[in-house]
Every structure is written in structure tokens, then in C-alpha cells.
């Protein structure tokens, strides 16, 4: 690994968080090199030996050397290349409100997003209106700017914005519509859509219900 250069990514084609790098790489007009870990089939020996800690998706290499861990990635990224259109903003105070937010993104969504699908009865009913809870407090961080930092697509955005594809199938799993509970998000939702870096790191919500449907009976859920 010492012998690469430029930076790589190991990354499994569903995951949110590797596709926040994706995003991020491509704003920052970055060149890279592409590796899917099959996870479905196990680990590579390249993906534990990069990432011997946490073992998981996504890795960032960069001349050899891996940074783990997606908001880190997305942090280094603008330290690495400060020539490149920086995600996060130059104020200090705006820059921790960033972290505050993306941080938020990262502890809340995906874990309640799964226990929309897995669970039953009343662990289902606290993930849903946790769920609410959750888009309702997003949408009240994001108020009427276009973006969460701005005029600009930044930090937040490109945390937040792989799970709008993800909005459709928290819908049917927990029953109430995102446009409904978080209309400022439902909008967000569709202006990052519209962007060239986002459209082409995620895939269709469609996709996405087929893959967890592909979850749900790995883990025996009917």
C-alpha cells in the first residue's frame, strides 16, 4: 500500500456513508480510484488490513496512507486539498454548527431508520415517531436557507443527502410521508437531487426498498 498514489476509496455501493465521500469528492472535482467491497460475500483482505479498527466501509486511501470514518473523511478531504471548494464554512462558529448537525445525522438516522424495518408493535411505533422527531428537527435546522449552510451546497448537505434516497422506504416502513412531517427537508430532498454530484453517487429509492427488502430476510424479517 505504501507504493500508491492518489487517493482510492473502498466503498459498498448501497452505503450511505461511503456515498457522502462520493459526494464530497466529486464537489471537490477530485480524481480517484473506485473499489467495491462485495460485503455481501465477506471482507477483503485490503479493506481489514486499511481499516483493522472498525473493520467497515468506507476507507478513503490517500497515496496509501487510510483515513476511516465518513464525516473524517469529508474533514480531511478539506484539509488535504485546500485548494479544492471547501464543504465546510470558514467561520469557526458556522464550522462547529456543521459538525453539530452532520454528527446529528450520523448518531440518528440510519440506526432509526433500521428499526423502522426491523422492528414490530411498540419498538416500531417509538422508531417511527423518533423518526419524525428526528427529519421534524432537520427541518427546523435548514429554516429557509436553500442549503443547511446557506446558498451553498456544504458539509451537512453532503452528510444528509444520501439518505434522501433512503426517504421513500422510511415512508412504507413507518407510514407518513416526509413532505408531510418536514416539508423543508421534502424540498432540500429534491434540490440536492438536482445536483450532478448527488445524482450520480446515489442510487433510485426503488433500489433501495429491493435492498432492504434483500435485509429483511437475511435477518429472518417478515
Known amino acids: 500500500m505504501a507504493g500508491e498514489k492518489g487517493l482510492v476509496l473502498l466503498n459498498f455501493w448501497v452505503s450511505p456513508f461511503g456515498q457522502r465521500c462520493l459526494i464530497a469528492l466529486a464537489e471537490k472535482g477530485l480524481p480517484y480510484e473506485y473499489v467495491e467491497e462485495n460485503l455481501m460475500a465477506g471482507k477483503s483482505d485490503r479493506l481489514l488490513r ?12 490517500h497515496d496509501g496512507r487510510p483515513v476511516n470514518e465518513s464525516l473524517i473523511i469529508l474533514n480531511y478531504l478539506d484539509d488535504a486539498f485546500p485548494d479544492t471548494p471547501s464543504l465546510l464554512p470558514s467561520d469557526p462558529y458556522e464550522r462547529s454548527q456543521a459538525r453539530f448537525w452532520a454528527d446529528y ?9 433500521t428499526r423502522l424495518w426491523k ?26 436557507k436553500s442549503f443547511f449552510g446557506g446558498d451553498a451546497f456544504g458539509f451537512v ?12 422506504s422510511y415512508e412504507k416502513y413507518g407510514e407518513f410521508s416526509v413532505a408531510e412531517v418536514a416539508p423543508k427537508i421534502a424540498a432540500w430532498a429534491k434540490r440536492c437531487g438536482e445536483r450532478e454530484s448527488v445524482a450520480k453517487s446515489l442510487y433510485s429509492p426503488d433500489k433501495i426498498y429491493e435492498f432492504i427488502g434483500v435485509l429483511k430476510k437475511m435477518h429472518g424479517v417478515e
Open 119 to 144: 422492528l414490530k408493535g411498540e419498538p416500531h411505533a417509538q422508531a417511527r415517531a423518533e423518526m419524525v422527531e428526528i427529519l421534524k428537527n432537520l427541518d427546523g435546522a435548514l429554516g429557509d
Open 157 to 168: 448537505d453532503a452528510a444528509f443527502a444520501p439518505f434522501t434516497s433512503w426517504f421513500h
Open 105 to 113: 445525522v450520523d448518531k440518528k438516522v440510519y440506526d432509526c431508520g
Open 50 to 61: 486499511s481499516n483493522p479498527i472498525h473493520k467497515k466501509i468506507p476507507v478513503l486511501l
